[in-house]
T-cell receptor
Framework: DAGVTQSPTHLIKTRGQQVTLRCSPKSGHDTVSWYQQALGQGPQFIFQYYEEEERQRGNFPDRFSGHQFPNYSSELNVNALLLGDSALYLC??????????????FGPGTRLTVT | GQSLEQPSEVTAVEGAIVQINCTYQTSGFYGLSWYQQHDGGAPTFLSYNALDGLEETGRFSSFLSRSDSYGYLLLQELQMKDSASYFCAVRGDRAYNQGGKLIFGQGTELSVKP
């Protein structure tokens, strides 16, 4: 049973560029959340997708956008990259309903460095 | 605003018991979770409390007092492999589903010494 997978593992971009990160949820999960984790900090919620729609959003600018596909996989897009966007980007999958809907399974993350 | 407070670091010896506290201030509250993250790794789920009281899972226990906006994670029989960062996280919204976004604390770095 594959867990949450993310690609790429590392990425180096230049200020002003655009980036796309990808996530495949754990088998059987239908909800994908994205988090940004700066060094030494806790993960910060970016947004959550369910049924191919953005359902909840954290305090992130419109430069951050996403998509969920019919197979439940998801993409995170960041436009006009800033130095401050350098962080570990984590994808987490979960079930929308059920006894263990509160449990989120995290992927290994994509380490984004903006120079 | 919404915030969670936990100690930045804790040190203990192998075989000991350690308690990591978490206090929260959120506009809503639907449950407190704990996650473990080893250096550079993915956070992994440890426990969840929606109601007051103690939940036990092997060497780990978690406690919640909603009236005090407080919870803790208790780790017993510490092992070297328990050295990691521990995060408390609150589900603060009643979203369209039972999951919803998590608000994380800054994390507590636990160092287990021989």
């Amino acid at each position: 049973d594959a867990g949450v997978t993310q690609s790429p593992t590392h990425l180096i971009k230049t200020r002003g560029q655009q980036v796309t990160l990808r996530c495949s949820p754990k088998s059987g999960h239908d909800t994908v959340s994205w988090y940004q984790q700066a060094l030494g900090q806790g993960p910060q919620f970016i947004f959550q997708y369910y049924e191919e729609e953005e359902r909840q959003r954290g305090n992130f600018p419109d430069r951050f956008s996403g998509h969920q596909f019919p197979n439940y996989s998801s993409e995170l897009n960041v436009n006009a990259l800033l130095l401050g966007d350098s962080a570990l980007y984590l994808c987490a999958s979960s079930l929308a309903w059920g006894d263990r809907a509160y449990e989120q399974y995290f992927g290994p993350g994509t380490r984004l460095t903006v120079t | 605003g919404q915030s969670l407070e936990q100690p930045s670091e804790v040190t203990a010896v192998e075989g000991a018991i350690v308690q990591i506290n978490c206090t929260y201030q959120t506009s809503g509250f639907y449950g407190l979770s704990w996650y473990q993250q080893h250096d550079g790794g993915a956070p992994t789920f440890l426990s969840y409390n929606a109601l007051d009281g103690l939940e036990e899972t092997g060497r780990f226990s978690s406690f919640l007092s909603r009236s005090d906006s407080y919870g803790y994670l208790l780790l017993q029989e510490l092992q070297m492999k328990d050295s990691a960062s521990y995060f408390c996280a609150v589900r603060g919204d009643r979203a369209y589903n039972q999951g919803g976004k998590l608000i994380f604390g800054q994390g507590t770095e636990l160092s287990v010494k021989p």
